[in-house]
């Protein structure tokens, strides 16, 4: 068992918090967030602009990327972020290299987008759906890898957040959609079909994990089981790899404010 697979396997999905710690916890994270948006954007005493900023959701259906990305976005005015949700490649976008529909998207410099679902569906969904075999999922990985260095080697901070839940909690969370009359539109017969192919899906994310797991694009693995745990932590996740990317690159961060969260 490699590393990366073994990290998986071990999340303590039975972390929880209450609701009122987690709300307290995600307020502070959001102050912080807040904080760092204004400086990367040059908005903060007039400071340069820094990095851009590229964050990644993945996870299983219902593992709760939406209500993370929610929470990450609250406090930031809509003109300093872009969420972009990631479906399947349109005809055009099939005629192309799989990582060609991302060019225009990706954050330039004092700017920030959030992926819903990313490029990894490359080696999720197209190698469980049979649209490519392993060789090519591999090969894939490996452009991936030189993608994200590139990226990162050109000004921008990249974070990388998997949220992981078992099988029994998003069968439950399944269920809550279906007799929720404003929640079925987010249930759809693929969900359900991809559920039945949830071994392949885990054989698929391990060899993700173990093949683009790296310094400079590190994965990030959520317990997600709970949901007041998982948002207060992506949030805190987020503040952390953020601060430390700003430090490796010699910018002079500002010191949080009181009451925010504390790296």
């Not at 820094?50 to 003109?79: M, S, V, W, Y």
């Not at 990706?106 to 490359?122: C, H, I």
Request: glycine content about 6%; aromatic content about 8%.
């Amino acid at each position: 068992m490699t590393f990366v697979t073994h990290r998986l396997e071990s999340l303590d999905l039975s972390a929880i918090l209450s609701h009122d710690e987690s709300e307290e916890r995600v307020r502070k994270a959001q102050r912080r967030l807040t904080q760092l948006r204004l400086f990367t954007a040059g908005l903060l005493n007039a400071t340069a602009k820094g990095p851009g900023l590229l964050i990644l959701f993945e996870g299983f259906d219902a593992a709760g990327k939406g209500g993370a990305i929610r929470r990450l976005t609250a406090a930031l005015d809509p003109r300093h972020v872009r969420v972009i949700p990631i479906g399947p490649p349109t005809e055009e976008e099939r005629n192309h290299h799989f990582l060609w529909r991302f060019q225009h998207s990706l954050p330039g410099k004092g700017e920030m987008t959030v992926y819903d679902r990313s490029w990894y569906g490359r080696l999720l969904v197209e190698r469980v759906e049979g649209y490519i075999d392993k060789d090519t999922a591999r090969r894939s990985a490996d452009e991936i890898v030189e993608f994200e260095d590139m990226l990162v080697n050109d000004d921008v901070t990249l974070i990388k957040c998997w949220l992981q839940i078992s099988d029994a909690e998003q069968l439950k969370r399944f269920d809550d959609r279906a007799a929720d009359p404003l929640k079925q539109w987010k249930l759809t017969e693929d969900d359900w079909r991809n559920r039945e192919k949830r071994p392949a899906y885990l054989s698929a994310i391990a060899d993700m994990l173990e093949w683009t797991d790296h310094a400079h694009a590190h994965w990030d693995l959520i317990a997600a089981e709970d949901k007041h745990f998982a948002r207060a932590t992506v949030l805190e996740k987020i503040v952390d790899r953020w601060v430390h990317d700003l430090d490796r690159r010699g910018l002079k961060v500002p010191e949080p404010r009181d009451g925010d969260y504390l790296h």
